[in-house]
């Protein structure tokens, strides 16, 4: 079945850098790919999403792009602030019951 | 503000008992996913249904059942509850066909000693 792995595990930048998180998905049919950032204790929120037929997309300080020949995709967060801080999900999707398939997450650490 | 609704936010319990989580979704969503999220860990996917009908099936074990009633609300039942369910349990809600955006409800964090 359909695998996304989510890299790295806890990614720790300083305030005002740039941070990037991978994921890589396993289904080539896939074909809806969301961000979701959840801070501690609250729920998760979705952030930016982008579909197969897009091959990048912004959204002030942050983006997401995607590779559909190496099947990853990528959240880009530039200028990052202490709110950033937070575990972010990637997840992807396909097909008629549109479940998603997550990715294990990222502890975004932002250093002041 | 999500627009998904859950109930109760708190729960305490003990080992071998049941409790019922009750979730509402989002006005127009005919979708409602359920979630376990255990402490520093990812999302689970335990099941979903769309207009009443279950959908898909995740790792849901066999003590933990869920219903869609006619109104759309869901619930999730979990019996016979073990330390190791202690958990964070997220109700999501989508329009369902043709849309894949999930919303989150705010969660329902269940203790059990």
């Known amino acids: 079945g359909e695998n996304v792995e989510q890299h790295p595990s806890t990614l720790s930048v300083q305030e005002g850098d740039s941070a990037v998180i991978k994921c890589t998905y396993s289904d080539s049919a896939s074909n809806y790919f969301p961000w979701y950032k959840q801070e501690l204790g609250k729920r998760p929120q979705l952030i930016i999403d982008i579909r197969s037929n897009v091959g990048e997309k912004k959204d002030q300080r942050i983006a997401v792009t995607l590779n559909k020949t190496a099947k990853h995709f990528s959240l880009h967060i530039t200028e990052t602030q202490p709110e950033d801080s937070a575990v972010y999900f990637c997840a992807a999707s396909k097909g008629s019951n549109y479940q998603l398939i997550w990715g294990a997450g990222t502890k975004l650490i932002i250093k002041p | 503000d999500s627009g998904v609704t859950q109930t109760p936010k708190h729960l305490i319990t003990a080992t071998g008992q049941r409790v019922t989580l009750r979730c509402s979704p989002r006005s127009g969503d005919l979708s409602v996913y359920w979630y376990q999220q255990s402490l520093d860990q990812g999302l689970q996917f335990l099941i979903q249904?769309?207009?009443?009908?279950?959908?898909a099936k995740g790792n849901i074990l066999e003590r933990f059942s869920a219903q869609q009633f006619p109104d759309l609300h869901s619930e999730l039942n979990l019996s016979s509850l073990e330390l190791g369910d202690s958990a964070l349990y997220f109700c999501?809600?989508?329009?369902?066909?043709?849309?894949?955006?999930?919303?989150f409800g705010p969660g329902t964090r269940l203790t059990v000693t």
């Open positions: 249904y769309y207009n009443g009908e279950e959908r």
């Open positions: 999501a809600s989508s329009v369902g066909q043709g849309s894949h955006e999930q919303y």
